[in-house]
């Protein structure tokens, strides 16, 4: 072997164990890898209000951060508005800019600013491009209320559900137990599902005059929060 040779081969080797680490890290937790996108956006209900704009998407979630609002498409066409903290989210109105959908993915360009919005669930969307992740409604203050206590049937004492952080559910009929599993279908949807009958159902939040959360009705039914 030349002398050459044997400067080559050390860095070949350094070269192979460093790519090997790269995809090691890659997808390890904590890392910036980004979510699969598991929603297509063409298949989201915006929930829009009198005005044609949809809910707002608050930037981790919470209020007065960045947000935007989608205006559902019309023939084939629609529209998506970002606020900025600054702005607020009284201008419901202001004029979107149009977004394309392309395997799963939602683009446009905004303020001088490009946004590539995936979702990753009915509640939950992350940009690609900032890394942002923004989520439905005000959410954390919806999860907390919802996991603040039980829900108890207005007509009936013995019949109550408890939702936890977990997404776990559990209804209470007297002395008896049944669990399931809820979750966030919109900012005021709770979408369960029931283990007996092996059914998802969808519960309508019940808000207050001041939009905190009071309760929630189901085929009729009204369970209202008990703390």
Not at 64 to 90: L, M, P, Q, R
Not at 156 to 177: L, Q
Not at 187 to 198: A, G
Request: proline residues 3%.
């Amino acid at each position: 072997m030349k002398y050459k040779d044997y400067l080559i081969l050390p860095v070949f080797i350094m070269s192979l164990l460093f790519a090997s680490c790269k995809l090691l890290t890659a997808g390890a937790p904590g890392s910036s890898a980004v979510p699969d996108a598991e929603l297509d956006p063409e298949e989201i209900s915006w929930g829009c209000d009198e005005n044609g704009y949809g809910e707002y998407w608050y930037a981790n979630g919470t209020r007065g951060s960045e947000c935007f609002s989608v205006v559902s498409g019309k023939n084939g066409a629609g529209e998506i508005c970002f606020y900025s903290s600054s702005k607020g989210t009284s201008d419901a109105g202001a004029k979107g800019v149009c977004y394309t959908v392309d395997d799963m993915h939602m683009s446009c360009s905004s303020g001088g600013r490009s946004y590539d919005l995936i979702f990753v669930d009915e509640m939950t969307a992350y940009d690609t491009i900032s890394g942002v992740y923004y989520q439905r409604a005000d959410y954390n203050v919806l999860l907390n209320a919802i996991t603040s206590g039980k829900f108890v049937n207005k007509d009936n004492p013995n019949d109550w559900y408890v939702f936890k952080s977990t997404g776990k559910s559990i209804e209470y009929f007297g002395d008896m137990a049944f669990p399931g599993r809820w979750r966030l279908a919109t900012s005021d949807t709770i979408s369960v599902y029931d283990n007996r009958s092996k059914e998802t159902f969808s519960f309508s939040i019940i808000f207050g005059g001041a939009g905190q959360l009071q309760g929630f009705s189901f085929d009729g039914v009204e369970y209202y929060l008990n703390t």
